[in-house]
C-alpha cells in the first residue's frame, strides 16, 4: 500500500460485502483492507470507504428489490470507465444498474450516464472519448 494520499469518500451500506463487491466488480476498484465492519476499496486517485451502517439503525431500513435509486442524496459519487456498455452489463450482474444507452449525454468531452449500486446510491460514469 502506497503512502500517497487520496480524495476518499466513505459510503455507508446495509449490506457491505455486496456493496463492496459491487464497487470492486463494476468500476474497478481494488480492495486493499478489509476489516468486519469496513472495506477499503481504491483507485488511482481515490479511496471508498464502505463502512457497515450498524446493525440498530440497518434493522430499520429497507432495500427494495431491485432497489429503489436514492435520488434525494445529495452526493453522487462519479467514476471513469472504459467503457458504459461494459459497466452497464457488470452493474446488472452485481446488483445495480446503470441507465440505458438513450439517457446517455456528453459533458467536457466524455460520454456520461447515471446509474446506482445494490442499495439505491445514485452513481455516475464518465467514459472519455
Not at 486493499?32 to 465492519?37: A, I, L, M, N, S
Not at 430499520?60 to 459497466?87: D, G, H, N, Y
Not at 468531452?109 to 447515471?114: A, P
Request: glycine share 6%; net charge negative.
Amino acid at each position: 500500500m502506497s503512502d500517497e494520499t487520496h480524495a476518499g469518500a466513505v459510503l455507508y451500506a446495509k449490506d457491505l460485502p455486496r456493496v463492496s463487491d459491487f464497487y470492486a466488480s463494476v468500476v474497478g476498484l481494488t480492495v486493499t483492507h478489509r476489516e468486519g465492519d469496513h472495506v477499503l476499496l481504491a483507485g488511482r486517485a481515490l479511496d471508498l470507504v464502505i463502512q457497515a451502517i450498524p446493525a440498530s439503525i440497518a434493522d430499520a431500513i429497507e432495500i427494495t428489490t431491485p432497489p429503489t435509486r436514492r435520488e434525494e442524496t445529495p452526493i453522487k459519487l462519479i467514476f471513469p470507465v472504459a467503457s458504459i456498455s461494459a459497466v452497464r452489463e457488470a452493474a446488472a450482474r452485481y446488483g445495480g444498474e446503470i441507465d440505458p444507452p438513450h439517457r446517455e449525454w456528453r459533458y467536457r468531452g466524455s460520454r456520461v450516464c447515471d446509474g446506482h449500486d445494490p442499495e439505491g446510491n445514485v452513481i455516475q460514469l464518465r467514459e472519455s472519448s
